[in-house]
Each structure stands twice: as structure tokens, then as C-alpha cells.
């Protein structure tokens, strides 16, 4: 059976852009399965993943040099020149609510788009509403009025394990649907500054460009992931494909129709990967899990009795792998929902209950408010602190925000002469667009002021 292998992942390299039945190769579906094609998967499932085209304008804006301003005249504000440019892209979508209509795919699919398009496997086309997106996960949730759908059902993102077999399908470089098959090559990636949430399926499953809100699938036809990013020179595919999992993917939607927009969960605890050294420090024999070095005052995490020094080894009875993956995993649970932490401390473990709170309740990632703080954590400031406004709890080195001039431990108490005392006041200012934000900081015993466009 093994010796097959080989040749499956050749069909896929070499015909990743046409449709994959795979009938000449014999997979070992499971212990006793005689399943020899992945044709009658294909055939139940293709109809669930649609091709989507938008068409829609940016607005760029570049700021010219002060000599160059004159001859442009009054007319430009800040002397920034905007410009708008017209745009057309191509991606995919699934089907998870055939009665209602609903298709997930990718926000950056349908990101400032005016018009949504979407065409099922028959040819037939339907516009389509954006029911909420989460720029953040990169998760956009449609809505198309039409008869006959068929959805896709989701799998449990959580039970996958490295070498089970996985089926891509969307629409690569827009030729229309394509499947291609793999193996899940890993699992809980992170750090490839794709999305502000990382926590992806890995798959040598040959994934294009345009394949991006498209169906990645068990051999059951379930979804276990939204198709998302590539790593490849040039776009092109070299068998490293990432996908967001099927758990993350539902819970997001599910927020989406309920609220309206998602209601990010906040456990209120700072902290990084867990290293062979931590792990040997604090006499733990295994190097999954993440490593909490803070827990911030007032915060879920502080009311459920975490502590720094604490290692989280499961959520909700999942082994977490990484602090990157407790991060993602909490952010797309929603806020006020209860999980059970399974922890390791002083050579025991244990297991705790946390209520999750909202983001704009707690810490936020402060990219979620302007691109300028990509980089820093804020939260309210506390009881210990000298003044009241938003603190900076961290700041990534060479981020934005660092590259802005701002620092951990930073307090903001204003933004354009206008008060601020909480996370909704800092919000609000930036909401309405301001051209200039002129930050009012107290670092330590000093007030200075940063700007930032």
C-alpha cells in the first residue's frame, strides 16, 4: 500500500490544476477499506464549493513631500494624494447552510468589494450579501438566495493528526473547480504573518492562487478547513498549503450570525512558546503547551486563579501545542463562554474553569483598532496605575508600533486633545478616521505626545 504513495503525489503536482479523481491510485482510506478513487467523494461534495468573482474600488493614499504639495493646490487635505482604482479578484467558497444560503470563504476574498458574485458547479450565478467578516481570522460569512444547494458538513478540526488524508477543492487562477489531494503535512502553524490569528492546517494538497476561501476535506467530503495562504515563490504551489481549521471556521460564523459581528474571547494571561529550557525549568517532560508569564490584573484568567508560571496543556480536553494556538483558539471562541484549562504547575496537573470576556472588556490586540499599533497589546489600565487610560501591556520589537515610538508600559490618556480613559474611548476616536492621530502618552513621570497616520 505504501509503495502507491508516491504516485499520488505526483497526480496531484502534475495535474493540480485540473479535477483529481485519482482512480489510478489505491489509498489507505482506513483499516478494512477496499476505496480505491476519490470520485465518489468529489461527486458528493463539488457541489458545496462555489466559485466567487468581486469587483469593487480601493482608495490609496500617499502622503507627498512638502515641496511637491504647492503644485497640487488647496484641494488636498494633509497633503495626501487619493487615489481610487477599480479591482476584480477571483477565490472560492463553501456551502455550509444550504437552506439559508450560507458560504464561508477568506475576507481578503471579498474585501472592499462592491459587487459579490458567485457561480455554482452547474454554471448557474447569484449575488451575494456579506452577512460579517472578521478581518482579524480572515473569515468573511455570504448569503445567496437560491434553491437545490448543497452544503458541506464540518468535521471536528480538533481530532486531525499529521498523515491523514486531505481533499482540496476551489478555483485555482480561475479555471473553475479543481480538486487535489494530499496529506495534512502539520498541524497548528503560526508565525507566518498571515493572518493577526494563526493556527493552521499544513497540506501538500496542491493549493493555488484563487483557491483561497476554498473547501480543504476529509475523505468523508467533511470540512476541516477554509484554504487560506500558500507558501510559494511567485504564488506558485510547492506542496506547502495552509488552511484555517473547521472548529475555528464555526465558531466564527456562528458568532457572526448571532451578533452580527464576532465577539472575541479575551482569557487576559501574556506569555510565549514553551522551550526545551522553560519546559526543563519548571519540570515539565514535554515541549507542547504554552507558557503563561503573565496574568493580567482583573482578567478572566486572574479570576480562575491562573498564575504566571502556569503551563497550558488542553483546552476543553484538546492538547494545546502552542501558546499561538491557545491565543487563536480562545480569540475565535467568543466571549462569555465558559472552557475548561487543563494546567501544569509545581509538578501536578490540574483543570479549571474560565469564563472567557470581551475583547474591548479586557486585552486587545491593538491592529484590531489602527495599523499604525500593529504590534501592541492593549488593556484598561488598572488600580495600580498612576493615571487612567490604555496601557500598552506589550509591544513586539521592530512592529509598527514599536517602529512608532511607543513603548510596553505606555499609557494612553489622549488622541487629538480628546480624552481617553477606556478601550471604548480609544475606539471611538478611531472610528471616525481621523487623518492624524496625535497620541497623548504618559511614560512614567513624562507626557509626550507621538503622531501617528
Do not use: C, W
Amino acid at each position: 500500500m505504501k509503495r502507491r504513495l508516491p504516485l499520488v503525489s505526483a497526480l496531484a503536482l502534475s495535474l493540480g490544476l485540473t479535477i483529481l479523481p485519482a482512480t489510478q491510485a489505491a489509498l489507505p482510506f482506513g483499516a478494512g477499506s477496499d476505496l480505491t478513487s476519490l470520485a465518489p467523494v468529489v461527486e458528493k461534495v463539488s457541489p458545496g464549493v462555489v466559485n466567487i468573482s468581486v469587483s469593487g474600488s480601493k482608495v490609496s493614499r500617499q502622503v507627498l513631500p512638502e515641496p511637491f504639495r504647492f503644485f497640487f493646490g488647496p484641494n488636498m487635505p494633509g497633503g495626501e494624494q487619493v487615489q481610487e482604482r477599480p479591482f476584480q479578484a477571483l477565490g472560492s467558497g463553501v456551502i455550509i447552510d444550504a437552506g439559508k444560503g450560507y458560504v464561508i470563504t477568506n475576507n481578503h476574498v471579498i474585501e472592499d468589494a462592491d459587487k459579490i458574485l458567485i457561480t455554482l458547479i452547474d454554471g448557474q450565478e447569484y449575488e451575494a450579501e456579506l452577512i460579517g467578516a472578521d478581518k482579524q481570522s480572515d473569515i468573511a460569512l455570504l448569503q445567496v438566495e437560491a434553491k437545490g444547494l448543497v452544503e458541506i458538513e464540518f468535521a471536528d478540526s480538533d481530532r486531525l493528526k499529521v498523515g491523514d488524508f486531505a481533499i482540496a477543492i476551489g478555483n485555482p487562477f480561475g479555471l473553475g473547480q479543481t480538486v487535489t489531494s494530499g496529506i495534512i503535512s502539520a498541524l497548528g502553524r503560526s508565525g507566518l504573518n498571515v493572518e493577526n490569528l494563526e493556527n493552521f492546517i499544513q497540506t501538500d494538497a496542491a493549493i493555488n492562487s484563487g483557491n483561497s476561501g476554498g473547501a480543504l476535506l476529509d475523505l468523508d467530503g467533511r470540512l476541516i478547513g477554509i484554504n487560506t495562504a500558500i507558501l510559494g515563490p511567485g504564488g506558485g504551489n510547492i506542496g506547502i498549503g495552509f488552511a484555517i481549521p473547521a472548529n475555528m471556521v464555526k465558531n466564527l460564523a456562528d458568532q457572526i450570525l448571532e451578533y452580527g459581528e464576532v465577539r472575541r474571547g479575551v482569557l487576559g494571561v501574556m506569555g510565549g512558546e514553551l522551550t526545551s529550557e522553560l519546559a526543563r525549568t519548571f519540570g515539565y517532560r514535554s515541549q507542547h503547551g504554552a507558557f503563561v508569564s503573565q496574568v493580567l490584573e482583573n482578567s478572566a484568567a486572574a479570576k480562575a486563579g491562573l498564575q504566571a508560571g502556569d503551563i497550558i496543556i488542553s483546552l476543553d480536553g484538546k492538547p494545546i501545542r502552542s501558546f499561538s494556538e491557545l491565543r487563536a483558539k480562545v480569540a475565535t471562541m467568543g466571549a462569555d463562554k465558559t472552557v475548561t484549562l487543563g494546567l501544569f504547575r509545581d509538578g501536578k496537573e490540574s483543570k479549571v474553569e474560565v469564563t472567557l470576556t470581551r475583547a474591548d472588556e479586557d486585552n486587545i490586540l491593538a491592529n484590531t483598532l489602527h495599523e499604525s499599533l500593529e504590534g501592541a497589546s492593549l488593556a484598561n489600565t488598572g488600580s495600580d496605575d498612576a493615571v487612567q487610560g490604555v496601557k500598552l501591556t506589550e509591544v513586539t520589537a521592530r512592529s509598527p508600533a514599536a517602529m512608532s515610538g511607543l513603548e510596553q508600559g505606555d499609557i494612553i490618556i489622549g488622541v487629538n486633545r480628546q480624552r481617553v480613559r477606556t478601550l471604548n474611548d480609544l475606539r471611538q476616536i478611531i472610528q471616525s478616521k481621523p487623518e492624524v492621530m496625535a497620541l497623548n502618552i504618559q511614560r512614567g513621570n513624562s507626557s509626550i505626545y507621538l503622531v501617528l497616520r
